[in-house]
């Protein structure tokens, strides 16, 4: 039987959850290793770049699912978010559990993928068309009557 769009859409979300999974599963197994085995008083024990190298992954990437895993409790795990999510959460919250849930509910509550998320993170709140004559009436000013719909980027000021 032939595959329609809708069957590859579903079997690719099934892998990518479960490839979710097993960022979650290989770095609460790192942070395991780090407490029981990776840091004795031996130089010659083995390290993370060892578990690293016979995981056939490099040592940054199984670090990322050690920080990831031990930054966030199990508890605060939900799977309607990507680990990709609680990654760059636990990055821009510098340390701080609560902003990093703080903006993991942002991303439930606006449904954002990955990218948009990226971008929110970056300050980058909203883009995306608005009619003219929805907007204030400062900003509506400058542009055309004629101009129907305008691109909008609503981000966090540098100055």
Not at 64 to 73: M, Y
Not at 111 to 131: C, N, Q, S, V
Request: charged fraction near 30%; proline fraction near 4%.
């Amino acid at each position: 039987m032939d595959k329609d769009f809708t069957d590859f859409v579903a079997e690719g979300r099934g892998l990518m959850q479960a490839r979710d999974r097993n960022s979650w599963g290989l770095g609460d197994l790192a942070c395991e290793f780090e407490v029981t085995v990776g840091r004795p008083t031996d130089p010659d024990a083995p390290t993370l770049g060892d578990l690293a190298h016979e995981w056939d992954a490099s040592t940054q990437r199984v670090s990322e699912w050690r920080n990831c895993s031990s930054f966030f409790p199990t508890d605060a795990r939900r799977f309607d978010l990507t680990w990709t999510h609680y990654n760059r959460a636990r990055r821009a919250a510098e340390g701080d559990i609560d902003n990093a849930l703080e903006l993991l509910e942002m991303a439930v509550r606006l449904h954002m993928d990955t990218r948009a998320f990226e971008r929110y993170i970056k300050g980058i709140y909203f883009e995306g068309p608005i009619l003219a004559g929805t907007l204030p009436s400062e900003i509506a000013a400058v542009i055309p009557k004629s101009a129907g719909a305008v691109w909008v980027i609503v981000k966090r000021n540098e100055a």
